[in-house]
Every structure is written in C-alpha cells, then in structure tokens.
T-cell receptor, first 114, second 113 residues
Framework: EPEVTQTPSHQVTQMGQEVILRCVPISNHLYFYWYRQILGQKVEFLVSFYNNEISEKSEIFDDQFSVERPDGSNFTLKIRSTKLEDSAMYFC????????????FGQGTRLTVV | AQSVTQLDSQVPVFEEAPVELRCNYSSSVSVYLFWYVQYPNQGLQLLLKYLSGSTLVKGINGFEAEFNKSQTSFHLRKPSVHISDTAEYFCAVNPNTGNQFYFGTGTSLTVIP
C-alpha cells in the first residue's frame, strides 16, 4: 500500500543552523501539508501546498520556514535558523486529488534543537 | 474558526472493558470529522471518518464513532479493548471550505492487563 515517507526519522541540530526535512508524498496526491507536534501538545497545522504554491499557512509558519517541491516527488520543509522551540515532531501529509477529505500522514521526523 | 476539544487527556481502562473517548468541536461551517491513532514512535493512522450520511461510522480495529450535530460531538467507542489499543488518539476536523485539518490535543489510552 502506498505511503507517505519522511526522512530522516530523527534530526539533531544546533540552534541557529538550517535544517531541511524531507517527505515523499503518495505519488498521485495533489495537496501536501506539514504539521508539527511539540512534545505533549496537540498536532498543529503549519502549511498546505497545492499546484506548486502555498495555499494556506498558519501563524507558526513565519519567515524562518519555507516549503518546496523541488523535483515533482519530494516535498521539503526548511527551517532557516532553528530555535530551541522548533524542537518537535514534524509530520508530512498528503491527500488524494479531488478528495482532500482524508490526509495520509508520514511517520514523522523528530527534530531536536540543542 | 474551528476548534477541537478532547477533554480527557488520559484514559486508563482494563483489558476487555468498553471505552469511550470524547471529542467536541466548534465550527462556523460544516465539517468532516476524523479519528486518528498514533502508536508509539509511529505516524498518524486514520481510524475512521465521517463525511456524510449515517451518523454512526465504523472504523478499523473494532472502533466506531457517532456524529451528533446538535451536541457537536464525535465520540469514539470500542466495546472491548485490547492491550494493542494502547496509543494516542486524536480527533480532527476538516472544514469543507478548506484544506486544513484541525486536531484536538489527543487522548492517551492505556489498556491495563
């Protein structure tokens, strides 16, 4: 069964460094998302992406964040200068064309900023 | 604006006992409703969803949920839990005017042998 895959599963980075989290959505899906879950807190929406542009973003998704679909298969989240409070589990998700009613999630990347 | 409330942060229950995990939502528009499960060190897996039609929906692993529009609730139930049901459960809504999923804070279900 096709699935959303994320790499790496765990990333440790120093404060101020740039990180790129990678996701490969399910191949025929059209909407892509990033969510994050700070330890012990709820899953929070960051951004949605459709037709090679951001369709919605939350207040969390400030200028430090960017997303890209560089090659038609990968979907990346870049954090330019990481802060301690960026430590969280980051989930990528995608939805089927014409049926954005069910999101398929990846296993997540645990980002630890030290 | 949409919001999802899961009042119970932790629910311990004995094996083979029934369980109900509560979810209430608020929204100014119609929504689709979901329950996701997160097993330790894994991603979010869809348990069940309500889009339209019958208000009682059945999902995987013997779970079911009932949509109650007047009470704006979508409680998750299972008549007899197993040890393997120990996980974090998230209720989510997707307003049918947009592409976002709004999640509750989650309920940690612990099944006690």
């Amino acid at each position: 069964e096709p699935e959303v895959t994320q790499t790496p599963s765990h990333q440790v980075t120093q404060m101020g460094q740039e990180v790129i989290l990678r996701c490969v959505p399910i191949s025929n899906h059209l909407y892509f998302y990033w969510y994050r879950q700070i330890l012990g807190q709820k899953v929070e929406f960051l951004v949605s992406f459709y037709n090679n542009e951001i369709s919605e973003k939350s207040e969390i998704f400030d200028d430090q964040f960017s997303v890209e679909r560089p090659d038609g298969s990968n979907f990346t989240l870049k954090i330019r200068s990481t802060k301690l409070e960026d430590s969280a589990m980051y989930f990528c998700a995608s939805t089927r064309p014409s049926m954005n009613t069910e999101a398929f999630f990846g296993q997540g990347t645990r980002l630890t900023v030290v | 604006a949409q919001s999802v409330t899961q009042l119970d942060s932790q629910v311990p229950v004995f094996e083979e006992a029934p369980v109900e995990l509560r979810c209430n939502y608020s929204s100014s528009v119609s929504v689709y409703l979901f329950w996701y499960v997160q097993y330790p060190n894994q991603g979010l897996q869809l348990l069940l969803k309500y889009l339209s039609g019958s208000t009682l929906v059945k999902g995987i692993n013997g779970f079911e949920a009932e949509f109650n529009k007047s009470q704006t609730s979508f409680h998750l139930r299972k008549p007899s839990v197993h040890i393997s049901d120990t996980a974090e459960y998230f209720c989510a809504v997707n307003p049918n005017t947009g592409n976002q999923f709004y999640f509750g804070t989650g309920t940690s279900l612990t099944v006690i042998p």
